[in-house]
């Protein structure tokens, strides 16, 4: 299967999960707005995801791919299968751990995150809600591990359509179950709790037939010598070893967001709320390009490492950042440009109030400035993770932390909660720069020819659509549009229609041949 359809097959499934996020995000928006209430469910959302994050998604599977990728290479499917169970054994026997352990930690794990809340209000709420929604770290791990290995067998679409089960069991409990809550005098917003449990079943109930298909459905062990048989396991002890800088590679940037969660929680009831809703339009982009290309990348990249074959390891990473060039610039300027027109179509209705709406136009623009930094680590980060070496980005990740937080210091008494993302976008900047760097001085990439030309083409085009969206997002009083929302909707969709067309007719005009720019 080519890169390209790879990656596209990502996309199209990462675009519906997206899709349903954002009716997900709507639901929520119209239902609670943003309040000491929302706050409290994004705070108790963010620790489960930032331990799923920081060691499933992030620290495991950093780890666990590259050494996979390479024991199917070398020793062939029987011992790659000996290898999963193994994995999985030692996997399932944290999780029950770190579950019961997190349940019973919540209030200080809320504390931790975001102890404004005991002033705002909601701080209660968010630990009841932690400990509903803690084992949904369990489930998510072992969707990364799943993922890990359908990944590495080039199964992309399983794995990438999973999270729309998630967003559809949310969905469900914002529209029925909330309700239903409500009339039995029961807090509504307790309803999405059991809507992420629910989700986080649903997704690894759907990985297990992918992976009997072909033949590598762990084999997990219950017993205590089974665990320690698979404690000793050699692969196991080399992806422990190697996940020891990957945890706090990736802990760098969930320590930085468990430091703005914290820093949101005192700027009053919303303020975390806010970052949130903008977040979540940041992460079309982000997943579409970056968590696509990322997840193609690593085992192919891992696959090139282990052959020897440095050409190929090189052309991969150049393939990625051309379409990061491509694709991510254009979005950027889009975010920075068009934001007021994107947050007012999608949330303000319901209980999203304008004040809301403003305040989330900030933070989205904020974050635009850095999305370029924010996709580009995703193809960087795994030029280093595909040689196993996890050191180097870890010692750029914690320098770029403490940069994050002078920004901080710099930015949030200015800007307040939009100080946050702009200190973010820039520390995002930073980071993929200096990753960039030192995959050249390594020896690792180098640039094709033909990347001056294409960046100038590019630049070009980006251009015209920032001025034509610019216009289109002064000229119309998109908040007043409220009470004609077909109107509204139709009018974004005519300019994002329009927008890509001078952008892509502009590159046509400019010479640039499409479809070999995309395919490699």
Known sequence: MSLLKSASIVSVMTLASRITGLIRELLIAAAFGASATTDAFNVAFRIPNLLRRLFAE????????????????????????????????????????????????????????????????????????????????????????????????????????????????????????????????????????????????????????????????????????????????????????????????????????????????????GAVSWLTYADRLMEFPTAMLGVALGVVLLPQLSRAQASGDTDKFSGLLDWGLRLVMLLALPSAVALLVFSKPLVAVLYHYGRFSPTDVQQTVLALSCYGVGLMGLIGVKVLAPGFYATQDIRTPVRIGITVLVITQGFNAVFVPWLGHAGLALSIGLGSLVNAGWLLIGLRKAGRYQPAPGWALFAVRVAVATALLGGGLWLASTHLDWVALRSQPLVRIGAMAGCLVAAAVVYFGALAASGLNLRQAIRR
């Not at 050494?67 to 790659?80: M, N, P």
């Not at 770290?137 to 679409?157: D, E, H, K, Q, Y």
């Not at 069991?169 to 449990?197: C, H, K, Q």
């Not at 037939?209 to 010598?225: E, V, Y």
């Open 58 to 269: 992030g620290a495991f599977s950093q780890a666990f791919v590259p050494i996979l990728a390479e024991s199917r290479t070398r020793q062939g499917d029987d011992a790659t299968r000996d290898l999963v169970n193994a994995v999985g054994t030692v996997l399932f026997g944290a999780l029950l751990v770190v579950c019961v352990v997190g349940s019973v930690g919540a209030p200080v794990l809320v504390w931790l995150m975001a102890s404004g809340l005991k002033d705002s209000g909601g701080f209660d709420q968010a630990v009841v809600m932690t400990r509903w929604m803690f084992p949904y770290i369990g489930f998510m791990s072992l969707v990364a591990l799943s993922a890990g290995i359908l990944n590495t067998w080039s199964r992309f679409a399983v794995p990438a359509v999973t999270p729309v089960l998630l967003n559809l069991s949310m969905i469900g409990a914002a529209a029925l179950l909330a309700p239903f809550f409500r009339t039995r005098g029961i807090e509504p917003v307790y309803a999405l709790a059991v809507g992420v449990m629910v989700g986080g079943l649903l997704q690894l109930g759907v990985q297990v037939p992918a992976l009997m298909k072909i033949g590598m459905a762990p084999r997990i062990g219950l017993t205590w010598s089974r665990f320690k048989a698979a404690w000793h396991h050699p692969g196991v002890g080399r992806i422990l070893r190697q996940m020891a800088p990957a945890v706090l590679g990736v802990s760098v940037a969930q320590v930085s967001l468990l430091v703005n969660t914290q820093i949101a929680s005192h700027l009053g009831a």
